[in-house]
């Protein structure tokens, strides 16, 4: 191919440039997409956006040696999943930017009745704040029996909604915990 000069200038990207030359770029994609990864630790995981609970594929570079700390260089949607079978929405697709932003929440915020903000508070007092409430509301809520006189022992003013992203161990444990107070309305965002 002899581009003009013309065709030349309008080529404003290498794609552009090398399909003037005849270059076929799709190896050189393919190599750089293949090093992006290729060092990676693969960790699956489930998309926390939404209940269609897609399965996803995290990359992360740090070889777990003293002092290094992971870092996530790519998310995509796994390919083994029977769910999206790779696919991912645009949600899911900006997943890292969830992952690394420098506005997500690390520590607890409570919003107190009638406030107009959220404040930080500790770990600790988040629990006892939590406990408290719990308490609270199921020693003034609680029905042990119903209006035949049969004996029930539920809390009918607590709800659990857990995520898609709760394991099964971590949903066992809170079936168990909201069983023990109780509770029975128990929910899932997700539908695994
Ligand atoms: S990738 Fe999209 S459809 Fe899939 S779980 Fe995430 S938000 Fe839902």
Known sequence: MNPTR?????????????????????????????????RTTETRSTCP????????????????????TAQVVHVEGDPDHPINRGTLCP????????ILNDRRLLKPQVRRPGSDHWEDIGWDQAYNEI????KTTRDATFVA??????????????????GCTDTNEFNFLAV?????????????????
Do not use: P
């Open 6 to 38: 013309r065709s030349f200038l309008k080529a404003g990207t290498g794609a552009v440039v090398a399909s003037v030359f005849g270059f076929d770029l799709k190896t050189a994609y393919a190599e750089s997409r293949e090093l992006k990864i290729a």
């Open 145 to 162: 029996t119903d209006a035949q006189g049969r004996t029930v022992n539920r809390c009918e003013s607590i709800a659990w909604n857990g």
């Open 176 to 192: 168990k915990t909201m069983r023990s107070l109780g509770v029975v309305f128990l929910e899932n965002q997700a539908r695994v």
């Open 131 to 134: 406990a408290r409430h719990i």
């Open 91 to 98: 949600k899911g697709s900006s997943l890292m930017q969830d």
């Open 49 to 68: 956006y939404c209940s269609v609970s897609c399965g996803i594929i995290i990359h992360t570079i740090g070889d777990k040696a003293k002092n290094v």
